[in-house]
């Protein structure tokens, strides 16, 4: 089997979505480093993609910036997805650790974050009759990490594809339930802020009095 770079498994595992992750698999290979990378570019494209989009296609900014949004809809997501999955595969019976979950679901991101900085070049050189061409790029971009992450559940837990379809299913909902608890978390968080700031408040108030 082919000794590669980890660079050179990066590609081979993106350009080859049938056996790629197959190959990584037997060699044990994969960089945790690079993942971590690939997750931070998301994060990146994510912030560019809600920020400096192109203005003829009619995107409407806030004057403030948040980065909370971002971090969610990239970060957390995809810690979500990596968690998710691997408490869903522990019980069905998967062979996959959650570092080479992490690993090669990080890789499959690659087409995905790669079409959002195209989309993003383009709409800032397309007009908006020429808006099919970044319909296009994000359909193609997004189908392809679709095709790569189905790929990567595949081979890293070694399932059939009817059994990787309904892991993925219950990933997914394991990913919602997990949201739900963590906005219920940060909700209660807030609310013990504001009654312990209220009771700081007042205390100050009544000690100036």
């Not at 806030?62 to 408490?87: E, L, M, Q, R």
């Not at 595969?89 to 992490?102: A, F, S, V």
């Not at 679901?105 to 195209?118: D, E, G, K, N, T």
Request: net charge positive; hydrophobic share 55%; aromatic share 14%.
């Amino acid at each position: 089997m082919m000794d590669l770079t980890q660079k050179q498994w990066v590609k081979h595992a993106v350009m080859h979505p049938v056996e790629g992750f197959e190959d990584m698999r037997w060699k044990k290979s994969g960089s945790l480093k690079i993942a971590f990378g690939i997750v931070l570019l998301l994060f990146i494209a994510a912030v560019a993609d809600g920020r400096v989009y192109g203005f003829q296609f009619g995107v409407a900014y806030d004057k403030t910036f948040n980065i909370i949004p971002y971090i969610v809809k990239s970060i957390v997501v995809f810690a979500a997805w990596v968690v998710g999955n691997w408490a869903v595969c522990t019980l069905l019976d998967g062979e996959g650790t959650m570092k080479n979950i992490c690993i090669y679901s990080a890789y499959a991101l690659i087409p995905y974050i790669v079409q959002i900085f195209i989309c993003l070049l383009l709409s800032h050189i397309l007009v908006q009759d020429e808006a099919v061409f970044i319909q296009a790029v994000r359909i193609i971009g997004t189908g392809w990490t679709a095709i790569l992450l189905f790929s990567a559940i595949k081979s890293v837990h070694q399932y059939s594809f009817g059994k990787t379809v309904f892991a993925i299913i219950l990933t997914i909902a394991a990913m919602f339930i997990m949201l739900f608890l963590l906005v219920l978390f940060m909700s209660l968080i807030q609310q013990v802020y504001i009654f312990i700031s209220t009771i700081y408040t007042e205390i100050s108030y009544r000690v100036r009095v």
